[in-house]
């Protein structure tokens, strides 16, 4: 009766559907999970993050702020010191409110400080990339022209080229995205040229693939973060490139508020009220210098190796 009993439990352990499922197999980790796994756990890069998230969330509310008028001057209440009551952080040489103009000058520093750079990537990374995959003449061709614009220094090229458009908004987009062309395109040359000799590539020719299905389908997810990486790390230079531009007068003209254009207005209160007029420059270094740390934060997330 025992052994019976016996058999008829091996027979309906045997047979029961949750004996026999196998265990639950843990899901990979994406790649992109994990890059914002390391992010996360990175406190610097985190800081870094929040100071850029809160300067472009007031910038893009400032409407909603409740703050004067930054075009609304009073000759009567001109060169404030930080701290008088009414204005927080003073007033500048015509009187207008500080606070409202360092954080309306967010909007216009901000968007000439990132945008070039944003069109930059994706101009630099088609022109390289091509350059890249395809080689021969139209390598020569894409790289010479590249080497041109390499002969000048950025600061001199930016303001060349502003000065020949004039000042503006749309001039020193144009002008700074011109400069920031050539050194993405060549960093997506030389990592498009490595990729191009690995064997998944010429599996791909094999079967017939047309270049535009190669470089769509396996170049180009297997170069775009260098890229990117590198790109990002532009952006701190962009800005004060753009802020250098307006201090000169060729960037945006009065009477806009820009961190840049607000450093050169200032100039003449530096004796009066010298910490008056540093505040454009602690708004450009803090914005810089954030996006800088950022950069190297992604940087070491992405496993990115120069």
Known sequence: MALTDTKMTDTITSHDPAAAEPAPVAKPQGYWQGVGARLVRDPLTMICFGVLMLLILSAVFAPWLGLADPYKGSMIARLKAPGTEG????????????????????????????????????IGSALGIVAGYVGGMTNTIIMRTVDVFFAFPSVLLAIAISGALGAGIFNSLVSLTIVFIPPITRVA????????ALDYIDAARATGANAWTVIRVHVIGNVLSPIFVYATSLTSVCMILAAGLSFLGIGVRPPEPEWGLMLNTLRS????????????GVMIFVTSLCLNLLSDGLRSAMNVRD
């Open 269 to 280: 209160a530096i004796y009066v009220n010298p910490w008056l007029s540093a505040l454009p």
């Open 87 to 122: 204005y927080p952080l003073g007033t500048d040489e015509q009187g207008r409110d500080m606070l409202a103009r360092l954080i309306y000058g967010g909007r216009l520093t901000l968007f000439i400080g990132l945008m070039p750079v944003v069109f930059a990537f994706f």
């Open 189 to 196: 040359e030389a990592v498009t040229s490595g990729v191009r």
